[in-house]
């Protein structure tokens, strides 16, 4: 079978399972896998690229121990930290990235889950920027209950974060003080609430290839809606500082393979794209169809809303 074969039977409804033979997608050529990736992501999503921003809502001095993070308070980073931000300084970047034309926004914030006095302040601003600001809403706040939940679908909130990193297998390496049985649980959660999934992990942790296929197909089973798609940058103080950051082929050729085994789920870059040629354009020619844009991110310093907008457009993707 060719890459053109397969995505032609995945556009056609074939899903790719767990258990499969999926080892061509080391072996065929990287511009043939690249070409069926953009041919499902055409079929299936269109050439409209989904844009979001974040703001850090609440930063640092984190309990948890995920090694790739500088906001956990058990490495040595130099993280900015601070509590839940003031209600105006969000509203201000909701409004800037609306004017912008970006599609959604999403307070971020550090830690296992937010205390209750910043989840009430959460509540709060969700609501007038749902009243005020054109832009979808989105939230990334760690292991909320259900009711929480269901709070903030209420104030507007139409999609929930909440990434599973990397595969089962590998998880207990990047991470001991949570589990990817909660993870999971927080995602059936937010699928029961009736918002949108964003659920994705980070690459070039360590993990195998095997691993990063296992990851794409957990969550084709979770059916999340929108997959996130980090490079890591080690950052100094953290325990993978040491890693050395991937080629952009293989960033290119795991972009692919997430497209093949979630057609229908935006595949959205994220942190890494400063690693990639020209903001990561080739990505989106590798079934890509989603990015996080924006002026205010730490670690995608290399593009903006404007420059994303022009490069799109250029593409003939809108
Ligand atoms: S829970 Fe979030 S903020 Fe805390 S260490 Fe892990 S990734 Fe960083």
């Known amino acids: 079978m060719t890459a053109k074969e397969l995505a032609e039977e995945i556009i056609g409804g074939r899903r790719l399972k767990k258990g499969e033979d999926l080892s061509f997608f080391l072996e065929w050529d990287l511009e043939d896998l690249c070409q069926g ?13 989904d844009l979001c921003s974040i703001i850090n809502g609440k930063s640092g001095k984190c309990p ?12 040595a980073t130099n993280c900015e930290v601070y509590d839940f931000l003031p209600k105006e300084t969000i509203l201000e970047a909701c409004k800037m990235h609306a004017n912008a034309g970006v599609d ?4 971020v914030t550090a830690g296992k889950v937010l205390d209750a006095e910043s989840f009430e302040k959460a509540i709060a601003v969700y609501e007038e920027m749902h009243r005020d600001c054109h832009i979808d809403l989105c939230a990334s706040m760690g292991f909320l209950s259900r009711e ?8 507007g909130v139409s999609s929930y974060h909440h990434n599973i990193e990397t595969s089962e297998r590998n998880f207990p390496n990047i991470c001991t003080t949570h589990t990817y049985a909660q993870k999971l649980e927080t995602l059936r ?11 994705g992990g980070i690459i070039g942790m360590g993990e195998t ?27 100094p103080g953290t325990p993978l500082a040491h890693l050395e950051a991937i080629t952009e082929d293989e960033i290119l050729r795991t972009i692919a393979m997430f497209r093949y085994c979630n057609p229908q789920a935006h595949i959205r870059l994220a942190a890494g794209r400063a690693l990639m040629q020209q903001d990561g354009k080739k990505a989106f020619q590798a079934g890509a169809s989603a990015t ?23 593409m003939g993707r809108r």
């Open 189 to 199: 959660m937010v699928k029961e609430e009736g918002m949108w999934a964003c659920s």
């Open 37 to 49: 990736a953009d041919a499902i992501r055409k079929a299936m999503i269109g050439d409209r690229v």
């Open 148 to 155: 929480q939940l269901h709070r903030l679908h209420e104030a």
């Open 209 to 235: 290839w095997e691993d990063r296929v296992d990851m794409a197909l957990s969550l084709q089973e979770i059916g999340v809606d929108s997959i996130p798609i980090n490079v890591l940058m080690p950052i």
């Open 104 to 107: 959604r926004f999403a307070i």
């Open 292 to 314: 996080i844009t924006g002026n205010m991110l730490t670690t995608v310093n290399c593009a903006n809303v404007e420059s994303d907008k022009n490069m799109l457009e250029k």
């Open 64 to 75: 948890e121990d995920c090694k790739y993070c500088a906001q956990s308070a058990h490495h």
